[in-house]
């Protein structure tokens, strides 16, 4: 028997295999995600600090680590398409429901993510020479680049509670739907986490013969590991309706994963990349992602079941008349249209009548 989504239609394949898709794909699109808005947010960052200090020794490593944005970029734009499509054959009626709802601000990703990558793009050329215009490029491209998680964590957020949708339907954007801090929360975390991975992965590539950019990197990855802790504990309070086991557990092992980062980076010697961290963040990474794929599925079965369910009831109720229709449908493939009497007693009779008296069955 076929597996249907939630808008009865035949899936392709399995939805277990969809979920490891699903997984798998966006997955490897939140990583580059994170590295692309995680190096855009350094690099202005750090831009911003140079300047203020009026150190302009500091902006060709900036530049050069803006720089690394164009390939990130790239891979995390062509990795989305994945997550995307499947993300409409799997949950078709939550999704495109909310995308539907979101119309304006969804379409506004596409404008924000075009401003982005053509302004970063002259962020990172202007920042040795022109230091205005790389202000003005930084601060605008990093803007629209930062907009972009805030729309799809809040349509995501919204699609994960269907209770909500004819309230955002009837009042638009209210602190009601989606719930606005359990949004902000979301949206913080998505920052954090680009912040994490952007400062290791420089740390660790852009760092050659650069102890004091090391060193730097080393405290953005501590101090920003520390408020994705919090971050994290107070977006776990906001739902607390979809707790269970194993979400519990696999957000555990990012947690103590998270403290064996910190640990490492207490203990390691202050200006180098510690090998550790690259076995223990995919572990912080992975359990992350886990937990909350398991939040968002805890989060949309009770409407998947109640759709399967209403469409087996349907099936069962239409099953008595299924043999006759196909029967009559079979019949009707087998007539020839070519004389009066076939055409009248298929086409008019129904209205009007076999003895042409109005009295026909329809
Ligand atoms: C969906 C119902 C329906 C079907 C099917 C239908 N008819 Fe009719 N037909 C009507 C109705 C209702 C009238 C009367 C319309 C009026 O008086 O304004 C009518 C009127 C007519 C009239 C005019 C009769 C008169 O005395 O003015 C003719 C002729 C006619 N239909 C022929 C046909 C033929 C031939 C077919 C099959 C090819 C056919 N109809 C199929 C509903 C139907």
Sequence with gaps: MPQWNDLFLALPVSENVLDALLFISFGLHLLFVLLMLGTAMLGLALFLHALLHNNTAQQPWNSHLV?????????????????????????SYAFFTTT?????????IIPLLILAFLLIDAFGHKLTGNALLAFVCGMLGVGALMTVPAVFTGALALMERPQLWPVFAAAGFGPQ???????????????????VLGAAFHLFFSTKDQPRKALMLRRWLWWSLLAQLVLGLGLLLTVRTSWNGPVLTSLAVGVLATLGVLLVLRRTGRRTAPPALLA?????????????????????????DTAVAAREARAAALAPFSQKALENFALKLRTVYDNGDTIYDGACAPCHGLDGRGQGPE
């Design 100 to 108: 539907g709802l979101f119309s304006y601000s969804w379409l506004a």
């Design 177 to 195: 739907a989606p719930p606005a801090l359990h949004w902000l929360l979301r949206y913080l975390h998505v920052l954090g986490a680009a912040l």
């Design 280 to 304: 223990l963040l995919p572990v912080v990474f992975a359990a992350m992602l886990t937990g909350r794929q398991l939040l968002q599925d805890a989060a949309l079965a009770p409407m998947h």
């Design 67 to 91: 720089h690394s944005h164009l390939g990130l970029k790239s891979l995390a734009v062509v990795l989305g398409v994945a997550p995307l499509l499947v993300m409409q054959v799997r949950y």
